[in-house]
């Protein structure tokens, strides 16, 4: 326990800090496996609007400084790669 009252605080701060990085973490790789299975399922659609949606929440996590902004590139670099293989593999099959 802290013996200070500043440590305490301090305690509490970076407690509430993990929290809410956690929670941001957490959406963030829902978020991509929900954009994985609608691209296993083949619909575009839901696949686009969904990476976009994944887009947002990974470059807030970033902006807010959860993610460093280059993991956060990679991760949004590695999504499209794999939506727009998935459009080339659809397209070229019509």
Do not use: C, Y
């Not at 973490?25 to 296993?40: C, D, M, P, Q, Y």
């Amino acid at each position: 326990m802290p013996q200070h009252r500043s440590a305490a605080k301090a305690l509490r701060q970076s407690e509430k800090r993990r929290l809410r990085n956690k929670a941001i973490k957490t959406r963030v790789k829902t978020i991509t496996k929900k954009f994985l299975k609608s691209l296993e399922e083949g619909d575009l659609a839901k696949a686009e609007a969904t990476f976009r949606e994944a887009q947002s929440l990974i470059q807030r996590a970033a902006s807010k400084g959860t993610l460093h902004w280059r993991t956060a590139a990679r991760k949004i670099s590695r999504l499209a790669q794999k939506l727009n293989a998935k459009k080339a593999s659809l397209s070229g099959q019509a």
